[in-house]
Nanobody, 123 residues
Framework: QVQLVESGGGLVQAGGSLRLSCAAS????????MGWFRQAPGKEREFVAA????????NYADSVKGRFTISRDTAKNTVYLQMNSLTPEDTAVYYC????????????????WGQGTQVTVSS
């Protein structure tokens, strides 16, 4: 089975940027679609962004559209989430996940998950 490890989280001021990384170990994820989800205190896990197995299709939550960019480097077995113009509402634990579908925005369609990385945006 694949192991997913997120990194790049931290504390940033409102208006700043962060780039999250999700590295796969054990085996490549080049043939699988990937997604980013987040969970804020007191809220359920929500969809953020997804990218198809070949990188040809992307999808974003309305709340992050135009600010976040998902990308992947299959040679490095890594998927990225570039986050710009961050606001306190973006504060959450961010999770990387893998799905066997072409692309998906639904939590229940993802079977492999990372441990999460904390993103905190101060005002």
């Amino acid at each position: 089975q694949v192991q997913l490890v997120e990194s790049g989280g931290g504390l940033v001021q409102a208006g700043g940027s962060l780039r999250l990384s999700c590295a796969a170990s054990g085996r490549t994820f080049s043939n699988y679609a990937m997604g980013w989800f987040r969970q804020a205190p007191g809220k359920e896990r929500e969809f953020v962004a997804a990218i198809s197995w070949n990188g040809g299709t992307t999808n974003y939550a309305d709340s992050v559209k135009g600010r976040f960019t998902i990308s992947r480097d299959t040679a490095k077995n890594t998927v990225y989430l570039q986050m710009n113009s961050l606001t306190p509402e973006d504060t959450a634990v961010y999770y990387c996940a893998r799905t066997g579908r072409y692309i998906s925005q639904y939590t229940y369609e993802y079977s492999s998950w990372g441990q999460g990385t904390q993103v905190t945006v101060s005002s």
